[in-house]
């Protein structure tokens, strides 16, 4: 469940200081019934989430052999204080290239209704294994 202090919390670390994200009334004189969460506020769940994927699925993951070379977002609805929320996360697509393995994560995060909130696409990359040396996915 998102909790209004880590919605204050996080605004005030990436200085979003935009009454929504601070005060119940600023954010109903948006129309919102409780607290709105910055846009960045998913970055970490969705982390979460795709850790506990490539954990799940077995694949090894060293993130200092890893860099995250894209992300796009598609917000849908606000994510507000008292919003419980799922994750489910896909490949979208893997390809080599130049002794680089590619991979797209799709985040698709909705609320307990069902509504979609947030899709997002990671792209990493990390070098393929060779001569014996480990790669950034395994």
Do not use: W
Request: net charge negative; charged share 25%.
């Amino acid at each position: 469940m998102v909790g209004r202090e880590k919605i204050r919390e996080h605004a005030e670390a990436v200085k979003c200081h935009h009454p929504a994200h601070h005060d119940e009334a600023g954010a109903a004189e948006l129309g919102h019934s409780a607290l709105v969460a910055p846009p960045t506020f998913l970055a970490v769940f969705g982390y979460t989430a795709q850790s506990a994927f490539f954990e799940d699925a077995n694949i090894g993951i060293k993130d200092e052999k890893i860099v995250q070379v894209d992300q796009a977002f598609k917000y849908i609805r606000p994510v507000r204080s008292g919003d419980t929320l799922y994750c489910d996360v896909y490949v979208d697509s893997i390809r080599r290239s130049f002794g680089t393995d590619i991979i797209v994560i799709k985040n698709i995060i909705t609320n307990d209704k069902g509504e979609f909130v947030t899709e997002s696409y990671t792209t990493l990359a990390g070098r393929a294994e060779d001569d014996g040396e480990e790669g950034g996915f395994n």
